[in-house]
T-cell receptor
Framework: AQKITQTQPGMFVQEKEAVTLDCTYD???????LFWYKQPSSGEMIFLIY??????QNATEGRYSLNFQKARKSANLVISASQLGDSAMYFC???????????????FGKGTLLTVNP | NAGVTQTPKFQVLKTGQSMTLQCAQDMNHEYMSWYRQDPGMGLRLIHY???????DQGEVPNGYNVSRSTTEDFPLRLLSAAPSQTSVYFC????????????FGQGTRLTVV
């Protein structure tokens, strides 16, 4: 079974500084995808960034980058130049690509609450 | 605006009542799914659909039914609500052929008393 672990229940960062949110995953599959979502206090889920297990380059999307270390099974999210609007819950998730129903399930971690201080 | 629309946003039910959470998307996405989010936990998959007429169970399907008569709509039915179903429910959709599940609805906060 797949498992996502986010070991930081809460993180604090000063505005304009960079922050890394940790995510480790457990799977025996070779083909899978890793996702990060942001959930602000308003409750919606906002997709941030995606990394495929066969992608050689780390994914980047604006101020977000994914530090993918396949051998260590980690997929940490790096937010550069934090802004007050980055304060939110962040979820790491994984989907396996093995065929059948398992392709449709996203397995989520428990989340990290990020607070950006002015 | 295009996207995934969930209704209602908030609902209070009494134990044993039934109700349907509505989900609609206007992006012609084949794949739609329902998740629930409980405190201290990430989202968990309830049911999903890969197209009109095709549905399947996810991780926590008990107590819920779904149907997919059209591409646009994917309602979630609670047949006999229980306090354990108090949660926030999210509907999501994605395009066929992409790995991304990038489109989520705003969520429905359900309380069963």
């Amino acid at each position: 079974a797949q498992k996502i672990t986010q070991t930081q229940p809460g993180m604090f960062v000063q505005e304009k500084e960079a922050v890394t949110l940790d995510c480790t995953y457990d799977t025996s599959d070779q083909s899978y995808g890793l996702f990060w979502y942001k959930q602000p206090s308003s409750g919606e889920m906002i997709f941030l960034i995606y990394q495929g297990s066969y992608d050689e380059q780390n994914a980047t999307e604006g101020r977000y980058s994914l530090n993918f270390q396949k051998a260590r099974k980690s997929a940490n999210l790096v937010i550069s130049a934090s802004q007050l609007g980055d304060s939110a819950m962040y979820f790491c998730a994984m989907r396996r690509y093995k065929g059948g129903g398992s392709n449709y399930k996203l397995t989520f971690g428990k989340g990290t609450l990020l607070t950006v201080n002015p | 605006n295009a996207g995934v629309t969930q209704t209602p946003k908030f609902q209070v039910l009494k134990t044993g009542q039934s109700m349907t959470l509505q989900c609609a998307q206007d992006m012609n996405h084949e794949y739609m799914s329902w998740y629930r989010q409980d405190p201290g936990m990430g989202l968990r998959l309830i049911h999903y659909s890969v197209g009109a007429g095709i549905t399947d169970q996810g991780e926590v399907p008990n107590g819920y039914n779904v149907s997919r008569s059209t591409t646009e709509d994917f309602p979630l039915r609670l047949l006999s609500a229980a306090p354990s179903q108090t949660s926030v429910y999210f509907c999501a959709s994605r395009e066929q052929g992409t790995p991304l599940e990038a489109f989520f609805g705003q969520g429905t906060r359900l309380t069963v008393v």
